[in-house]
Nanobody
Framework: QVQLVESGGGLVQAGGSLRISCAASGRPSFSTNAMAWFRQSPGKEREFVAAITGNGYSTSYADLAKGRFTIPRDNTKNTVDLQMNSLKPDDAAVYYC?????????????????WGQGRQEAVSS
């Protein structure tokens, strides 16, 4: 089992930046877990945002995130972050940290085994 706890972020004006963090616990080797961020807005399905392999060598981004978001991880601290820049009102959503029991990342939520409780991020226009 992996426990994931998101923190950070909050409310920002359009054009601003937010950083949210996810702390993982429960497995002895965090570096064996690919990690990802998904988000969900009211009335919409959960959508992929970004992912990173367990060793941190490879990342994947949804088109909505390319050029604006990054997904750094620190395997010494068992954390993965989502740095979001140039935010738009459409980026307002609940953001979920998700972990996979394999090194290789994926872009669909069904490929992930554990997820956090979610973190509401708001962007004012």
């Amino acid at each position: 089992q992996v426990q994931l706890v998101e923190s950070g972020g909050g409310l920002v004006q359009a054009g601003g930046s937010l950083r949210i963090s996810c702390a993982a616990s429960g497995r002895p080797s965090f570096s064996t877990n690919a990690m990802a961020w998904f988000r969900q807005s009211p009335g919409k399905e959960r959508e992929f945002v970004a992912a990173i392999t367990g060793n941190g060598y490879s990342t994947s981004y949804a088109d909505l995130a390319k050029g604006r978001f990054t997904i750094p991880r620190d395997n010494t601290k068992n954390t993965v972050d989502l740095q979001m820049n140039s935010l738009k009102p459409d980026d307002a959503a609940v953001y979920y940290c998700e972990a996979r029991g394999e090194q290789i990342e994926g872009t669909t939520a069904t490929r992930y085994d554990w997820w956090g409780q979610g973190r509401q991020e708001a962007v004012s226009s």
